[in-house]
């Protein structure tokens, strides 16, 4: 669970900031328009994040898929005065893990906090695996380091997580044209060039994880921190 | 028929906003917000009256109705519903926003004053 960082507030009324810092007892950074918020896009460092939808002439749903794009597991939780069904759908397919009401109740404001990094975490879980010094997130089909992310195609993907699945035992070339195209005939080369560019990514993020052939057996990823390989 | 409007403070809201980790400042921290900000939307409020601008009055009314609602100033932010819903005419409803505006901060004073004693 991200429990460092900020909670970051998209809302245009100082208020909505005061009362959200007194229910969870963190420091906030407090933002009155997308374009403020996008201005400190890199400095955000977010666990969570409140939107209110209406913010004078924006909408604030319209951050919505950038954020889930790039901090997935950060719970968005967006406040309205706005009971309208429409809103609510809308703010759900953007990419909305909650909802809540003004005049706010800082006792359903945590829980529902609570419940959403509860729930995500749990799917983090799952979904992320850490080998060496490097994170891949199956369903953003990312790898990254501390500083930097690369987003793979799904077959370079499904390599990556062959080669790590087999915990530094060497998978021979068949297996991993089975598990990575199914019953569909791969040549030599279209699985070297696939090898190649996972192996130049894993490059670009590590200097401890590597992808080695083994000539006549196959391929292996290892890590110079084998105790970090799970 | 028309429902009465509630009284200009909710005290069981202001009571619930009390977490039992709030600072004992919290609620003044929060009314001197609203005592801030209150006069600039009320203040954009009747500009866009005065400029015909139909669209941004909504907006404010809306922000407004916002503000009022986070420290309990229910008479207030009833109005500005009634107003974005249609069912209270501009010409009724800048009067009573007028003097609700007034009571509000009345009340919000009194709370404030009531606290540092």
């Known amino acids: ?230 | 028929m028309t429902e009465p409007l509630p009284p200009i403070l909710d005290h069981a809201y202001l009571r619930g906003l009390y977490s039992r980790e709030s600072s004992p400042h919290f609620l003044s921290h929060l009314f001197h917000l609203f005592l801030q900000h209150m006069p600039e939307i009320l203040l954009q409020v009747h500009s866009c009256i005065h400029q015909g601008k139909d669209q941004d009055l909504i907006k404010h009314v809306h922000r407004l109705k916002g503000s009022a609602s986070c420290v309990g100033a229910t008479h207030m932010s009833t109005l500005c519903e009634r107003f974005e819903s249609g069912s209270l005419a501009l010409s009724d409803f800048i009067p009573q926003l007028e003097s609700s505006s007034l009571q509000t901060y009345e009340a919000v004073r009194a709370f404030l004053s009531k606290e540092k004693t």
């Open chain 1, 1 to 230: 669970m991200h429990n460092e960082g900020y909670v970051v507030i998209l809302d245009d009324d100082p208020l909505v900031q005061a009362i959200i810092e007194s229910a969870t007892g963190k420091k906030s950074l407090f933002f009155p328009s997308i374009a403020a918020c996008k201005a400190n896009w890199t400095q955000l460092h977010p666990f969570c994040f409140f939107v209110d939808v209406h913010l004078g002439m924006e909408n604030g749903l319209d951050l919505l898929p950038a954020i889930k794009v790039q901090w997935p597991y950060a719970p968005i939780i967006v406040i309205t005065q706005d009971r309208n069904e429409d809103t609510l759908r809308e703010a759900l397919a953007r990419g909305a893990d909650d909802f809540i009401y003004k005049p706010l109740s800082p006792v359903e404001l945590l829980a529902r906090l609570q419940a959403r990094l509860d729930s995500l975490a749990k799917r983090e879980s799952k979904e992320v695996e850490k080998f060496g010094d490097l994170t891949l997130d199956k369903s953003h089909r990312s790898l990254s380091n501390q500083k930097e992310t690369r987003y793979l195609s799904p077959t370079e993907i499904n390599l990556l997580l062959c080669l790590l699945h087999a915990k530094g035992t060497v998978v021979p070339r068949d297996v991993l044209k089975k598990r990575c195209w199914g019953a569909v005939y791969v040549s030599e080369n279209a699985l070297n060039r696939k090898l190649h560019e996972v192996r130049r990514t894993v490059k670009e993020l590590s200097c401890h994880v590597e992808i080695t052939t083994r000539y006549g057996m196959g391929f292996l990823l290892e890590s110079r921190h084998k105790a970090n390989i799970l």
